[in-house]
């Protein structure tokens, strides 16, 4: 299941997996773009492995990294209670 997670003021938006087996989640984020359509992507928590990045240069990554640090303990805990809408206390 993918749950959505936060929407940045430039129309980026983050999404998440439930937690999986091994205790990963896949995170998702996706810009619109006239270009190329939509630019995107995926980081695995909690290791910050990032691949299948497609039109993001170093700085966006950089800006993105940050993000997740800063929203990891919520998108890990989230990703284990359905996400934002089911997560208890929220």
Same mark, same amino acid.
């Given at each position: 299941?993918?749950?959505?997670?936060?929407?940045?003021? !430039?129309?980026? /938006? +983050?999404? #998440?997996? !439930?937690? $999986?087996?091994?205790?990963?989640?896949?995170?998702? +984020? /996706?810009?619109?773009?006239?270009?190329?359509c939509? $630019? #995107?992507?995926?980081?695995?928590?909690?290791?910050?492995?990032? /691949?299948?990045?497609y039109?993001?240069?170093?700085? !966006?990554?950089? $800006?993105?990294?940050? +993000?997740?640090?800063?929203?990891? #303990?919520?998108?890990? $805990?989230?990703s284990?209670?359905?996400?934002? /809408?089911?997560?208890?206390?929220?």
């Amino acid at each position: 299941m993918i749950y959505p997670f936060m929407t940045l003021e !430039d129309d980026t /938006e +983050i999404v #998440h997996s !439930d937690m $999986r087996e091994d205790g990963t989640v896949k995170v998702y +984020i /996706e810009k619109p773009d006239a270009e190329y359509c939509f $630019r #995107h992507a995926t980081c695995y928590l909690p290791g910050y492995t990032w /691949e299948d990045i497609y039109q993001f240069d170093e700085a !966006d990554i950089a $800006r993105y990294q940050e +993000i997740l640090e800063s929203t990891a #303990h919520l998108i890990l $805990r989230f990703s284990q209670e359905g996400g934002f /809408e089911n997560a208890a206390g929220f």
